[in-house]
């Protein structure tokens, strides 16, 4: 269990997806104008991370790691699918994508409003096929791999809420022309990154 | 198609619409790899190769592709591409590719791909498609190397591999070989993945102070 809480405070703070190996950065810059698209957002992320982590290590343990399909015949012991694992982890991500979305329009009309077109545009972000790639790198087992799914997800919340925040802030004071905007948005993210790294030391 | 048209589908995305600082599509790879030059052009050549021939496979089969179904087709291409590109690198450079780790991978879910297919290769012929797609790999490549080389000479004194500043630099050429270049101290900020985001955060300011256009008006 402590393993668990370890890997959530690990993959959400001291590895932060966004700030510390600037994954999902796209969308990171782009909707953090308001904090309430960016809150939405965040929301889909932390919730399709959630997902496709577990899921994509079921599909990768179960299907494409050498002698995994060894129960159907003894001769398929050999097989070896990894190397098309890029290309299933992506459709995983897609199909997911399509799902949730077609479940939240169905369930909660209201959610679906607010996260508008931020749903289909995380099948294109980096943090999810990344969670999916460092999961895998880092060897995780089940549980661990949901957990880091749902850390992950975290971090991604709170740097997009935390940049939307300072950036509706900085709408009040004298930027330079040139730097506003997406200038000053980089810099204050190579900021807050320099904070985050500050939790490197800690050993989890 | 005229020469002007083909000459600025390849220098376009070099300045004046450059995929990483105009565009803001391909962000995410373009911080973390690039640590040194060696890495930065690797992955440019990597990312042109895919944008260029995902421009041509999406502009050939552009009348065929339901548009319900695109977005599948299209990663589909995409991945199918850069699972070459990452055997590829395993095959001939093992050690390169252990280095890039997953952001080869990652190649996949770079938004200059999906936006080049989105944004021309659907709706032109399949040369101009393939030239627009290595032009928007050498822009991005171009911003990788310049922050490559900005954070290998400043963060390790030297420049693939020929020293610059430090103890170590020109040390077989006798009238560079004491004063400005020994008493140089390496920058320890540079060698960390954030110093890539400060360079391009300044790049971003220089070119937009340059050319009016560029400047955001929120």
Known sequence: MGDLINIFVKSAFVENMVLIYFLGMCSYLAVSKTVKTAVGLGAAVIFVL?????????????????????????????????????????????ALVQLVEMVIEKFSPALYMSLGI??????????????????????????????????SGFGFFLAIVALAAIREKLRYSNVPAPLRGLGMAFIITGLMGLAFMGLMGIKL | MSDVNTRKLLSDPLLDNNPITVQVLGVCSALAVTGNVTNALIMGAAVTMVTAFSN???????????????????????A????????????????????????????????????????????????????????????YGLILLIVGSIRELFGTG?????????????????????????????????????????????????????????????
């Open chain 2, 80 to 139: 199918f591409l850069v699972t070459l590109v990452s055997l590829f690198l395993q095959a001939f450079s093992y050690d390169l590719s252990k280095e890039l780790s997953v952001y080869v991978g990652l190649i996949i879910t770079n938004c200059i791909l999906m936006g080049r297919l989105e944004a021309f290769a659907l709706g032109n012929k399949p040369l101009p498609s393939f030239l627009d797609g290595i032009g928007n790999g050498l822009g």
């Open chain 1, 50 to 94: 959630a997902i496709t982590a577990p899921i994509n290590w079921i599909i990768r343990e179960n299907l494409l790691v050498e002698g995994a399909l060894g129960w159907i015949h003894p001769s398929f012991e050999t097989l070896n699918f990894e190397f098309l694992g890029l290309i299933i982890y992506i459709g995983v991500i897609a």
């Open chain 2, 56 to 78: 041509l496979t999406i502009s050939l089969l552009r009348n065929y592709i339901p548009s319900r179904i695109r977005m599948i087709v299209q990663l589909v291409v995409i």
């Open chain 1, 118 to 151: 931020f749903l289909p545009l995380i099948t294109v972000n980096c943090s999810i096929l990344g969670g999916t790639l460092f999961m895998i790198t880092k060897e995780y087992n089940l549980a661990q791999s949901a957990v880091f799914g749902i850390g």
């Open chain 2, 158 to 218: 030297s420049l693939l591999g020929f020293t610059f500043f430090g103890e170590e630099a020109f040390h077989n050429i006798a009238f560079l070989k004491s004063g400005f270049f020994h008493a140089f101290f390496h920058n320890g900020l540079m060698v960390l993945p954030i110093a890539s985001i400060f360079i391009l955060g300044i790049i971003i300011w220089i070119q937009r102070s340059k050319n009016a256009e560029l400047v955001d008006i929120s």
